[in-house]
C-alpha cells in the first residue's frame, strides 16, 4: 500500500496534486509520502512485537537526512555500510547504541569512527577483518561488540546481481567454519561476540528461503551456546520484496516474516534484530517526469522523457520493472498503445521500458514511475552533466524540497584546475 492515489482526476501525494509540485520544483524529481514510510515502518516493527527486537532501517535504499529523521522519530535504529552513512546516521539523531555497522569491506578509518562515536556492533564478514577490527579496538582501549555475518548457502531466489546467501556470493563467512571463528573471537582482548548475523538477498518474494536460512541459523545459537559462546541477539537482515507491477501478486507481508521468524527462533531467547531497506522506501517513493517528445520510429513510438537512466539506473542495470503512469488520470477505457520509454541521455541502455503500453500521451505530459523510492536517488549520478534531482517530501497538506536541484556552475565549481591551466 502506499499513498499515491487518484483524486479528482489527477494523482496526489497524500493530500498534494503532483502537479502542484512539478510546477514548482521543475521535473524529473523524487517524491516521497511520509504517511507511507510510517506506516512500513510500523508493519515490521508490529510484527516484532511478541518479544525484544529492533527494526534497524536498511539505509542504502534511500539515506536522504528527512527520512532518515522520519524513521528514527519512530524507533528507528539504522543499518549502515559506509563511514558517510554512519555520519548520516548520527546526523539525525541516531544514537550509537542503534546503528549496526555492516558491509564487506569496513576500513579502518571508518572502524575507528564507530568505535569514537558508539556502535550497536559490527557484523564481521572474514577473517582479515575481524583481525583488523581487534587490533584498532586495542589501540583505542575499546572493546568492540560483533556478530559475524554466516553464509548459509541457501538461494535466494532472486536476480543474481542483489543475492547474497549463496557459496559464491562475496558476503559473510561459511557457516561451516563460524565455530571456529566465535573461538577465534573469545580469544582477542579486543573482540566481544554479541550474536549472529545472516543475510541472504534482496527482494525476495517467497518465505521459504528465509525459513532455510533461520533453520541453520537456530542451530548454530544452539552449537555456539554448547561452546560456552554467549549469544544474545540474532540480526536476521532484510531482503523482503515488494510488488513492483500492481495487480500481480504480492511478495509475502512483514506480519508473515515475523510469524516465520518466531515459529523458527522464537525459542532462542534472543533480542531479533531486522534490517528492511526496499520494503520500507520502495512504495513510499515516487519518480515524476515530463515528456519531452513523443517519437515516431520505423514500428515503434518512443516517449522521450526529461528523466533518465542517470536519474533511475535500476532497469539499465537490472532490467528492473516499474509501474509508470500518467500523472493526469486516463478516461475510462481509453485506448493504450505500445511505446518504448527512454530518456534523453547518449546510451542505448537509457531505456525504462520497451513496448510498455500506455494511454495516449503528449509533450510536457507528466509521467510517474511507481516503486521508486528505493534504490532510485541514492544511485543515482550525474552522467552527461546532468544535475541531481530534487528529492520532495509529502507530509499531508504540505511539501518541502529536501535536496535541492545544482546548477551547472555548481557542478563545474567542484572541479579545481590545476595551476598550470
Known sequence: MD???????????EDVPVAEIAAEVGTPFYLYSTATLTRHYTLFDEALAWGPHLVCYAMKAASNQA??????????????????????????????EKIVFSGVGKTEEEMRAALAGGVRQFNL??????????????????????????????????????????SENKFGIPISRARDIYAQIAKMKGLRAVGIDVHIGS??????????????????????????????????????????????????????????IRETLGDKGCEIEIEPGRLVAGNAGIMVSRVIYVKSGEGRDFLILDGAMNDLIRPAMYDAHHDIVPVTEPEAGAEQRPYDIVGPVCESGDTFAKQRMMPPLAENDLVAFR????YGAVMSSEYNTRPLIPEVLVNGHQFAVI????????IINRDTLPSWL
Do not use: C, W
Request: proline share 7%.
Open 3 to 13: 499513498h499515491f492515489l487518484y483524486r479528482n482526476g489527477t494523482l496526489h501525494a
Open 67 to 96: 527520512i532518515l529523521k522520519t524513521l528514527a522519530g519512530l524507533g528507528a535504529g539504522m543499518d549502515v555500510v559506509s563511514g558517510g552513512e554512519y555520519a548520516r546516521a548520527v546526523a539525525a539523531g541516531v544514537p550509537g
Open 125 to 166: 564478514e572474514s577473517e582479515p577483518e575481524m583481525e583488523r577490527l581487534n587490533a584498532v579496538a586495542l589501540s583505542m582501549g575499546l572493546v568492540a561488540p560483533v556478530t559475524v555475518r554466516v553464509n548459509p548457502d541457501v538461494d535466494a531466489k532472486t536476480h543474481a546481481k542483489i543475492a547474497t546467501g549463496k
Open 203 to 260: 527482494q525476495l518474494t517467497d518465505l521459504e528461503p528465509y525459513r532455510q536460512a533461520f533453520m541453520k541459523v537456530g542451530d548454530l545459537t544452539d552449537q555456539l551456546r554448547a561452546d560456552g559462546h554467549v549469544i544474545e541477539r540474532l540480526d536476521l537482515g532484510g531482503g523482503l520484496g515488494i510488488p513492483y507491477t500492481r495487480g500481480n501478486e504480492a511478495p509475502p507481508l512483514p506480519s508473515d516474516y515475523g510469524q516465520l
Open 371 to 374: 516503486s521508486a523510492g528505493a
Open 403 to 410: 535536496r535541492a536541484r545544482p546548477s551547472f556552475e555548481d
